[in-house]
């Protein structure tokens, strides 16, 4: 006689795998999204450099308000998606980033250097609401061992749109860039600054109009409800989410490995401008900005699948060691060598993100969310670590101040090998 239970939980456990396979595939189109808007930051720091004059400090305001914004909303954010759902975050998230893009032509318009930093903030937490959202829904949306893994993948779309989003910056934004204004009037560099400054209005423009169709489209999904797994216990069944030691330690890897990234990604333009380097004009050196972020996205379709058998910690803190080595290189070598050093980093960055997101999380239970918006909240190190850098570069050099993400590594390194481990 057929057993009728277990062939209706079978058919219940098939319709719940097929959910979650589908959701993931709609989540990678948010991963792909915030990864392009935030790697376009990295074309936006040099060409908001030449059109308001600044150096390298001021330059790096820009990263710091994007990511300042998730110091600022990654709690509030967490709240909101406790109350609305995951789905609902998204959904908003993806309206508050459509909004912040929209704000880059009245900064353009009006030529004001803290417009466009205001319309980045917006844009930001935007960005922060869908991260504390979607992460969190990757990691429960199947068996925990395999957490990192899932991540991992979804993280690698996000990598594709870093690897676009200098190409596509380079050519619509860059490409604009003017000649030398030696010998023009100061009514004629004004216009051209002002030219340069209008040049970000349609890329935009268009990703706001990407935004809301997203939204759109999230809306009218029907996403399996995930609530249900933030109720299976935690390692310690404590009160608050910062009671965890290896999410606090984690969420210092995430401040860390962001601030590092973020550097090194904001950087590379002008260290490619570099006589002793490349000596490259900017919009050549663009191009190449996608080698960095390409090595992290073939990096995370590789990790996704490898670190199904390697162990979490000991992956990352063997990135971590050669992410090191080739910084070294980096700073104490030229030309050719330095270059390829430092674009190589990107491809041991690859699996950093994930992993040590995945690992914070680990065991939380119904605290998953509050766990999420702390991690999210760390990536404030984006805001900090690239300003420091900046001064850094002021004060030493550019080539010199790329010792400062050596001392991020150091930590990741240890993270990977010891602090990850619950208590």
Request: hydrophobic share 55%; glycine share 10%.
């Amino acid at each position: 006689m057929p057993n009728n239970s277990a062939n209706a939980s079978a058919a219940a456990s098939d319709g719940t795998a097929s959910n979650h396979r589908f959701a993931l595939i709609a989540l990678t189109s948010l991963f792909f999204m915030w990864g392009f808007i935030t790697c376009l930051n990295d074309i936006l720091v040099p060409h908001l450099r030449n059109v308001f004059s600044l150096n390298y400090t001021q330059s790096m305001l820009i990263q710091f308000c994007f990511f300042g914004a998730y110091f600022l909303v990654s709690l509030p954010a967490g709240a909101i998606v406790r109350r609305i759902s995951y789905k609902g975050g998204i959904v908003l998230g993806l309206v508050v980033a459509a909004i912040g893009c929209a704000l880059f032509v009245p900064a353009a318009s009006y030529r004001a250097y803290p417009l466009f930093l205001g319309a980045l903030f917006v844009l930001a937490s935007g960005i922060t609401l869908l991260q504390v959202a979607a992460n969190p829904y990757v990691t429960v949306l199947g068996p925990p061992d395999t957490a990192a893994s899932r991540l991992t993948m979804t993280q690698a779309f996000n990598a594709l749109g870093t690897t676009l989003a200098p190409m596509f910056g380079a050519l619509l934004i860059l490409g604009s860039a003017a000649a030398a204004t030696a010998g023009m009037t100061p009514e004629q560099i004004d216009t051209l600054k002002s030219a340069e400054a209008a040049a970000v209005k349609a890329p935009y423009l268009g990703l706001a109009a990407a935004f809301l169709l997203l939204a759109a489209v999230f809306a009218a999904l029907k996403l399996p409800k995930v609530d249900a797994f933030e109720e299976v216990a935690p390692i310690t069944d404590t009160g608050s989410a910062w009671s965890h030691r290896h999410l606090v330690l984690g969420a210092i890897g995430i401040f860390l490995y962001v601030g590092a990234e973020v550097s090194i990604g904001s950087f590379l333009v002008n260290f490619f401008g570099e006589r002793s380097i490349a000596g490259m004009p900017e919009a050549e050196a663009a191009h190449y900005v996608a080698y960095f972020w390409g090595g992290a996205m073939i990096g995370r379709f590789i990790g996704s699948v490898a670190m199904r058998y390697i162990d979490d910690g000991k992956a990352l803190a063997f990135n971590a060691a050669i992410a090191m080595l080739l910084l070294l290189v980096t700073v104490f070598t030229s030309g050719s060598l330095a270059m390829w050093a430092v674009l190589a980093i990107g491809l041991f960055n690859s699996i950093m993100f994930p992993t040590i997101f995945s690992l914070g999380l680990y065991g939380l239970g119904r605290h998953t969310s509050q766990g999420s918006g702390i991690l999210c909240l760390a990536i404030v190190g984006g805001a900090i670590v690239p300003v420091a850098m900046g001064a850094l570069a002021d004060a030493i050099g550019i080539q010199h101040a790329f010792l400062l993400p050596v001392l991020c590594y150091v930590y990741i390194a240890y993270y990977g090998l010891k602090g990850h481990k619950p208590t």
